[in-house]
């Protein structure tokens, strides 16, 4: 069958290419590369029935979309593309080189007259690169991602607010007139961010299990044997749970503004994605479990 592909920003005509009606939208994107237009790869297309209209998923066959030959696709160029592995490397590598470059060269920030790093700071330190360690080899060999690539435009965005956070935080932990927590609310904080580095890790470990590899399968996460995955039981996203935990208690540990800032920042954010999640699941999956909350237990 023979299909004409359209600009979606100008409706103008950019030329016709040759399907059959099993082939998917993904196969159009694929022509579209191949025939029409070199410089736009699979990746930076959108492909709609209508100007204005929902994007089409890359495995919508044409025969389940009633295409015909003689139809119309349109096509929006999304922009340049970065994978989002790459996203996620260019994220967690600069808060773990920015941190350590303010911990271990003080006197870049502070000038020569000022005292090394107290032993809280030493903590600190450990655990804000530990956790950024952590998420570099999750995205090295955990996490599998549903969505190939994002804009380029988005990575400065990105990787802006992490990175200046880090700044952010580092200044005042490590600075000369840094006081210290109390010893209850650095032990305290400090027990808490391990508890729940490692319930983010076992909630990754656990997504990465429900998700064969290559696919974009999707099934209601359950709790498995870890004990940390009984927090399936109360929220949809229980990873964003622990991530927020492990920064409030780092700013209980720290007793740090600016790290209690960069929580309820992370926490805002991450509330919305969860609550989008939440709601696609519970659309998705009719008998999705009606107790949870999105991602605190029992609020929200």
């Known amino acids: 069958m023979e299909i004409e592909i359209i600009n979606a920003s100008g409706s103008k005509p950019l030329g016709k290419i040759q399907l059959t009606e099993n082939n998917s939208i993904k196969d159009v994107k694929v022509k579209i590369h191949q025939k029409i237009n070199k410089s736009l790869y699979p990746d930076r297309q959108a492909i709609k029935l209508e100007a204005k209209g929902k994007t089409l998923k890359d495995e919508d066959s044409l025969k389940s979309l009633n295409l015909q030959s003689g139809a119309v696709l ?3 160029d999304l922009g ?12 967690y590598a600069g808060p773990l080189f ?3 470059w303010v911990y271990q060269r003080p006197w870049i920030i502070y000038g020569p007259q000022n005292t090394s790093p107290g032993a809280i700071a030493t903590v600190a330190a450990v655990c804000w690169s530990g956790h950024y360690a952590k998420r570099l080899l ?5 996490h599998r991602f549903s969505h190939g690539t994002m804009p380029l435009r988005n990575l400065f965005r990105n990787c802006a607010y992490y990175w200046l956070f880090t700044l952010y935080v580092a200044y005042h932990i490590n600075h000369p007139l840094y006081t210290a927590p109390c010893n209850t609310c650095f032990y305290v904080g400090l027990a808490g961010f391990i508890f729940c580095e490692l319930g983010n890790l ?9 998700r064969p590899p290559g696919t974009k399968v999707r099934k209601i996460p359950v709790p498995d044997g870890n004990p940390f995955s009984r927090l399936f039981n109360f929220v949809s996203c229980p990873n964003y749970t622990y991530e927020f935990g492990s920064w409030l208690f780092f700013t209980i540990m720290t007793k740090c503004a600016p790290a209690g800032l960069f929580a309820a920042a992370g926490f805002y954010q991450m509330a919305v994605w969860a609550i989008g999640k939440h709601r696609n699941y519970k659309k998705e999956f009719p008998d999705y479990p009606k107790g949870r909350k999105a991602i605190i237990p029992f609020i929200l």
Do not use: G, R
Not at 138 to 142: C, G, I, P, R, S
Not at 202 to 210: A, F, G
């Open 98 to 100: 920015v941190y350590l």
């Open 80 to 91: 340049p593309q970065i994978s989002w592995k790459n996203v996620f490397l260019a994220e």
């Open 138 to 142: 999750e995205t090295l060999f955990v």
């Open 202 to 210: 076992s909630i990754h470990i656990l997504l990465k299990n429900l």
């Open 74 to 76: 349109y096509v929006k």
